[in-house]
Structure formats: structure tokens, C-alpha cells
């Protein structure tokens, strides 16, 4: 059972990166994802979130910015971000949990951190020029 996220690195303010998460070991049809991140010496946030049904929630610091979708068929979640900024920057993860992980997209964004039990290893997005 595993999460692998990908696809971080260095854009410039404006500019766009896609985020991937791959899943293996698991039905990911019947869970849902949310993607948190971690600046330096801030606390883990999310960001954003997709539900088994596909309903989707984002953080209010992300709307109209960035996009979660998901591909079951391929096993993988994606997180399309668009018109980043330099307070955009920090460590992307992905993760979800046997119990936490099956509900709505709202109700998965109102838990903590640590309540999601599975976590990807985490990719770096830093935004600057």
C-alpha cells in the first residue's frame, strides 16, 4: 500500500506545475485523496481534496488556482496548479487513510494532518524568479 507523489520543482511566479500521485495496493476508486503542504517552519495545511465520488473541495488560498482530479483507471490523482506565487512554495504531499479516506471531500479537508494514516513521500514546489 503506497502513495508516491511527483512532479515538483521550480517555477516562477505565474507559472504552472502538475503534481501526480501515483497509488498501488489499494482500490483507489473507493477513497478519497487530499494533498497538504508544509512551508519551513509552518504547520501542514490542505490544500486540496477529492472524494471517491469525485466531489472536490480546495482551500481558499488555492480557488481558481489549482485543480485536483483523479484517474482510477490508471490509479493516479493529480494536482494542477496554475498562477503560482513565491507563499505557494513547499513540500507537497499526498495522503489518505482506511477510515478517514472514505467520506466527502469537505468532511476530509476538516481533519487533521494526522489523522490520515497513508502518506506519499512528499515533492518540493518552489516558486520564485
Known amino acids: 500500500v503506497q502513495l508516491q507523489a511527483s512532479g515538483g520543482g521550480l517555477a516562477q511566479p505565474g507559472g504552472s506545475l502538475r503534481l501526480s500521485c501515483a497509488t498501488s495496493?489499494?482500490?483507489?476508486?473507493?477513497?478519497?485523496i487530499i494533498w497538504f503542504r508544509q512551508a519551513p517552519g509552518k504547520e501542514r495545511e490542505g490544500v486540496s481534496c477529492i472524494a471517491s465520488d469525485g466531489t472536490k473541495w480546495h482551500a481558499d488560498f488555492v480557488k481558481g488556482r489549482f485543480t485536483i482530479s483523479r484517474d482510477n483507471a490508471k490509479n493516479m490523482v493529480y494536482l494542477e496548479m496554475n498562477n503560482l506565487k513565491p507563499e505557494d512554495t513547499a513540500i507537497y504531499y499526498c495522503a489518505t487513510d482506511s477510515v478517514f479516506g472514505i467520506d466527502t471531500a469537505p468532511n476530509m479537508a476538516r481533519r487533521r494532518a494526522s489523522d490520515f494514516g497513508l502518506w506519499g513521500q512528499g515533492t518540493q514546489v518552489t516558486v520564485s524568479s
Open positions: 495496493g489499494f482500490s483507489l476508486h473507493l477513497f478519497g
